[in-house]
């Protein structure tokens, strides 16, 4: 159990975060933090009052300024504004770089030893203000996507085949779009490669829907976007840090060459643990998989090229 870990945004996926994150007890002190007077010290309150009847012990804190926070171990950023009607991609882009240029100003400055694990879209251009404003090493600053993307993935399969998520190991990489690229070559059902038990149809239908996983429910809920999954996600992420169980998972990361890509984050395979990114792993990839991630390394370029730091 960490000291403390902090989620800036007390929005859909933050709150929901922190709750994950107290009912886990994976903190002593759960700090939530907003720009909204009254709305992290609310829900925060109301998930302590939680607390007897959950049965954790891990105090959550709601705050509108960052003291609260000072030396948090971790810190998610949760923090950004939904695209509105009328706004381009580009506009969004920038809305929500501004703001996180803010909070990492003061992560550094508040929480200057901290692993940030970063969940605002557009995801992998957030990671990329985050580590430049903070001035963090790249072990330090991990985006969460893949992990989200490939529970859809796994989710779908699981329903295709009327068999158990647990036994369902696959890994969606890519930038967090509509370019991701779940390895259908890497799934298995138990060890059994995925191709031989649904056929390329049906493969293929399900890796459409994880791609377009996050506006399938913008689609239901017209009015914002997925939280639950999301929040789990980052979740897991945090658990595999705090217990520094050296978790694979597929991460937003800050590449160096690996995968011939560098100078953006792409989605990857990496190992989690105390120290935050431990180890890049990298795979065989098929030239069409390879292809693949280029073009998705691209869009984030061109996202980049957006963003004034
Ligand atoms: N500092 C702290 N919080 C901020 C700031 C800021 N500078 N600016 C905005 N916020 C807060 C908002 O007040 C709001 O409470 O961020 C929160 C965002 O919450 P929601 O609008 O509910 O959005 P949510 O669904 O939680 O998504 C948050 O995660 O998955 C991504 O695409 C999603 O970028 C979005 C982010």
Redesign the pocket.
């Known amino acids: 159990m960490l000291n403390k870990i902090s989620v800036?945004?007390?929005?859909?996926?933050?709150a929901t975060a922190a709750q994950r994150l107290a009912e886990k007890q994976l903190a002593r002190t759960v700090v939530l933090?907003?720009?909204?007077e009254g709305?992290p010290q609310g829900k925060a309150l109301d998930q302590w009052e939680s607390a007897p009847i959950e049965r954790f012990d891990t105090r959550v804190v709601g705050a509108n300024d960052y003291g609260p926070a000072a030396g948090s171990e971790i810190v998610v950023v949760?923090?950004?504004?939904?695209r509105k009607p009328g706004m381009s991609r580009d506009d969004l882009v920038r809305t929500?770089a501004d703001?996180v240029k803010?909070?990492s100003l003061q992560i550094k400055q508040f929480c200057p030893q901290a692993i940030v694990v970063v969940?605002?879209?557009p995801l992998d251009v957030m990671c990329w203000v985050t580590m430049h404003v903070t001035g963090f090493p790249r072990e330090r600053v991990i985006g969460m996507a893949g992990v989200l993307d490939t529970a859809r993935y796994r989710a779908f399969l699981a329903e295709a085949l009327d068999v158990s998520v647990e036994d369902i190991q696959a890994m969606v990489l890519g930038g967090h779009g509509d370019t991701m690229v779940p390895l259908v070559s890497y799934t298995t059902v138990s060890g059994i490669p995925v191709s031989q038990l649904l056929d390329k149809a049906k493969l293929d239908k399900i890796v459409e829907r994880t791609r377009n996983g996050g506006a399938e429910i913008v689609g239901y809920l017209k009015t914002?976007?997925a939280?639950y999954a999301?929040s789990a996600a980052v979740v897991q992420m945090v658990e595999a840090i705090v217990r520094d169980k050296k978790r694979i998972l597929p991460c937003a990361v800050w590449l160096q060459g690996e995968y011939g890509l560098s100078g953006m984050y792409c989605g990857v395979p990496a190992k989690l643990g105390r120290k935050g990114l431990e180890q890049i792993l990298e795979v065989e990839l098929t030239a069409q998989e390879r292809a693949a991630l280029q073009t998705s390394a691209e869009a984030v370029k061109q996202t980049m090229a957006a963003v004034k730091l």
């Open positions: 800036v945004g007390a929005g859909n996926v933050g933090v907003d720009v909204i709305v949760t923090a950004g504004i939904a929500n703001i803010q909070v969940v605002s879209n914002g976007s939280y999301p």
